[in-house]
């Protein structure tokens, strides 16, 4: 089924603008974003769920009019936490709760974290943004498993997305995902690299 789901997802442009997702279905395709895996199971991702008419108008002109996001039953902005190391004793506690790690544990990997995250700024953001790239992955293998089209979009205002949303500082707005049901006129799948072409096998 996953291999299924890998082949035949495509980045779709064109969706159905009658098609809607309950509340429910937004928090199933949630739930299912956070398996994904973090760095130190930091977990320092967060989804905005564009879904209502008004808030879609105010998405429209920040993503530079591109319709989907008004069409697709729901737009997330995905978001990319820094700091991470700041609350990750509190992360980590059900993991300690349930007895899959020791409290000496919980502690060396909040020192280690620390240590290594710090007054780094850069390393901060690059850690957001992987963290939330696998989560939005995730979600996208959820949505295509339910039926449902995606397209991952990095052309957009993210100042201007931060601040109409209301992203806190330490949030970066990693990419927006259109998800709903395909309309017409999608391109079929296009054609990948080869193998050979980027794989290097030492």
């Known amino acids: ?14 969706f159905d603008p009658d ?4 509340p429910v279905q937004l928090q199933t395709l949630i739930a299912l974003a956070t398996q994904a895996p973090s760095a130190y199971n930091a977990q320092n991702w967060r989804f905005i769920a564009v879904q209502s ?5 105010r998405l429209l002109p920040l993503a530079y009019g591109q319709q989907k996001v008004a069409d697709a039953a729901v ?26 790690l020791s409290s000496e544990l919980q502690q060396m990997m909040v020192h280690y974290a620390t240590e290594g995250y710090q007054a780094q700024p850069q390393l901060q953001r690059d850690e957001a943004i992987r963290s939330a790239s ?5 979600l996208m293998l959820a949505a295509q498993h339910h039926g449902w089209a995606s397209c991952p979009m990095i052309g ?3 100042a201007g997305v931060s601040a109409e949303f209301g992203l806190a500082e330490h ?15 999608n391109w079929p799948r296009k054609p990948r690299k080869t ?7 030492v």
């Open 1 to 14: 089924m996953l291999l299924t789901l890998l082949q035949e997802r495509i980045s779709c442009n064109y």
């Open 19 to 22: 098609f809607e997702l309950s």
């Open 53 to 57: 008419a008004a808030a879609k108008a």
């Open 75 to 100: 737009t997330f902005i995905i978001c990319g936490q820094m700091g991470f190391h700041t609350e990750l004793a509190t992360t980590l506690q059900p993991a300690v709760a349930a007895g899959i």
């Open 134 to 138: 696998l989560a939005a992955m995730a």
């Open 156 to 158: 957009f205002d993210a």
């Open 171 to 185: 949030e970066v707005p990693v990419m927006l995902l259109p998800v709903g049901r395909a309309g017409a006129g």
């Open 195 to 201: 193998v050979a072409e980027v794989l290097l096998m």
